[in-house]
């Protein structure tokens, strides 16, 4: 059994790095094999390391099933703070390597379509004059994907929402602002710039949005209820914005999109698209800057992440989420 009145028994007892990767890569392939492969080593070893991990924690971390092998309880406590001793192990790395490099370092910025335009853009176009030293990789993908990136160290920072089911307490984050949408249409489109006589005109056409379980697509058809209409024709549902795009400049199609990224495509005098001169009231809840809860940040990072924030303040002051 663990020892209880010794914290520090599993280093006293020798766990190794190597202990942790292994059980990292198992609770994120799920199998064995598949996290020896990922580690570079035979099974046989990868066997070994589990084995020894249980000698050294006194309960087992592993089980064997019908399905085939699964962590315990315990496995999974032990996994998870391995992730995270390897992530500081990573950022440590990196933070050596910045540390006295002239301001050179990389950074991995993820964020939902809006604010990549509205916030992130700006600051990366300032940080190439003020820091010119400093990398940067932007992500720009739906919340799902950008905190669970986040979690595995793939990104430093993201700005959007922690998806229904994920546990907040894994991130700190500041709350930023809701998320008001417009509804583009190609320029040739007959409301392109124009005023319905009533909301009920938009549902003759073909809508192309995101499903019901990506918040965009959860706002517009609850909004839509409020107003008695009914849920708009929907031939092709996608989360993609290029073929979202493409799909409005051939057809008569109407796309609901954030109003920021609306703005992008149909303010230039040439834009193939423009917006439907109506405010249906759709509002997607709010998004924030989150990290990782007790990240500490390498310095390329903080520096693009400071900007970032004086940004948002700058723009509109917002309370800390809790």
């Known amino acids: 059994m663990p020892h209880r009145k010794n914290p520090d028994f599993l280093l006293q007892k020798g766990l190794k790095i190597s202990h942790l990767r292994m059980m990292a890569a198992f609770a994120e392939t799920g199998q064995i094999g598949a996290a020896a492969q990922a580690l570079g080593i035979t099974q046989p070893a990868a066997s070994r390391l589990l084995a020894e991990i249980e000698r050294i924690a006194g309960v087992p971390v592993h089980i064997r ?7 315990t309880e315990a496995g999974q406590v032990l996994a998870r703070r391995a992730g995270r001793v390897l992530l500081e192990m990573r950022d440590a790395g990196r933070e050596l390597a910045e540390t006295g490099a002239g301001g050179l370092g990389r950074v991995g910025i993820g964020a ?8 992130v853009l700006p600051t990366l176009r300032t940080a190439r004059l003020s820091h010119p030293g400093i990398q940067a990789e932007v992500v720009v993908a739906s919340s799902d994907i950008l905190c669970a990136q986040l979690l595995s160290g793939r990104i430093d920072f993201a700005i959007g929402r922690i998806p229904v089911g994920v546990d907040a307490s894994q991130f700190e984050g500041r709350v930023i602002a809701p998320e008001p949408v417009a509804l583009l249409v190609r320029k040739g489109h007959r409301f392109a710039g124009a005023t319905p006589d009533s909301p009920a005109d938009l549902m003759q056409y073909d809508w192309v949005m995101p499903d019901k379980d990506i918040p965009i697509g959860a706002a517009v058809l609850a909004r839509l209820r409020e107003l008695g209409l009914p849920a708009p024709q929907q031939r092709l549902s996608t989360a993609s914005f290029l073929l979202t795009l493409a799909l409005l400049q051939q057809s008569n199609s109407i796309a609901p999109l954030a109003q920021a990224v609306a703005d992008q495509f149909a303010t230039a005098p040439d834009a193939p698209f423009g917006c439907i001169n109506i405010d249906l009231g759709i509002m997607v809840a709010p998004y924030s800057l989150l990290t990782r809860r007790d990240a500490e940040l390498p310095p390329a990072a903080r520096t693009i992440l400071g900007m970032i924030t004086r940004q948002i303040e700058a723009a509109q002051p917002a309370p800390v989420a809790r």
Not at 65 to 71: D, Y
Not at 112 to 119: E, F, K
């Open 65 to 71: 099933s019908g399905r085939g092998v699964s962590l």
């Open 112 to 119: 939902v379509t809006a604010p990549a335009l509205d916030i």
